[in-house]
């Protein structure tokens, strides 16, 4: 019994770590925004808020381009911490 709870613990192991790494897999790398970036749009899907504090941050966009690919940018934008107080 103690045998076959083992490999069954075992299988379900490798059923979740090939899982986690599918979908690691499936995740669009992060591309970093600089000046003159040719960018491809066609559907913006989200876009991160920016921290609350009163300096440069980075956030993050996730859109779509022309061919239906998945892509996430990042590039900086000032905080919304800042205040004329």
């Given at each position: ?24 897999a499936?995740q ?6 600089s ?10 899907i ?40």
């Amino acid at each position: 019994m103690k045998r076959v709870m083992s490999v069954v613990i075992a299988a379900v192991s490798c059923l979740v770590l090939n899982s986690e790494m599918i979908q690691a897999a499936e995740q669009p790398k992060i591309e970093k925004y600089s000046y003159g970036t040719k960018l491809d749009i066609a559907k913006v899907i989200s876009v991160e808020e920016p921290a609350n504090v009163c300096e440069a941050v980075p956030v993050h966009m996730v859109y779509e381009d022309h061919q239906g690919h998945q892509h996430v940018l990042e590039y900086s934008v000032m905080g919304k911490g800042c205040s004329n107080n």
